[in-house]
């Protein structure tokens, strides 16, 4: 099948394709990274620093469990703090997608 024109031009979409979506992927990673390495809060800044420099969360979930663990909701990004110390800020995944297919339809 290999060696026929259709056989040629078959493999050759099913490699576009493959191409086409290992792309889309890398795409994603780099936005991410690129999310990452952008100014977020650091561990260990207390509440009143992230209030401060990042201004009020867009959302201010109670805390739960012991040690009591405090979300702050940002619109790209959640601080996650231990008593009142940040000990995690995380990019959402969300606003990574939203990034990459505001980018694609341009």
């Keep these: 099948m290999i060696g026929t024109t259709k056989g040629k031009l078959v493999w050759g979409v099913v490699l576009l394709g493959l191409i ?8 994603l990673i ?12 650091d561990n260990g ?11 009020q969360p867009v959302e201010r979930r109670a805390a739960v469990g012991d040690p009591p663990i405090t979300r702050w909701i940002y619109d ?16 959402h995944h969300e606003a990574v997608v939203r990034e990459v297919e505001e980018q694609r339809s341009q």
């Design 20 to 27: 086409g979506t290992a792309t889309a992927d890398v795409l």
């Design 30 to 41: 780099e936005k991410v990274r690129e999310r990452m390495a952008r100014s977020l809060p």
């Design 45 to 55: 800044l207390s509440m009143e620093q992230v209030e401060q420099r990042f201004g």
């Design 76 to 91: 790209d990004y959640s601080v996650f703090f231990e008593h009142r110390l940040v000990i995690e800020s995380v990019v």
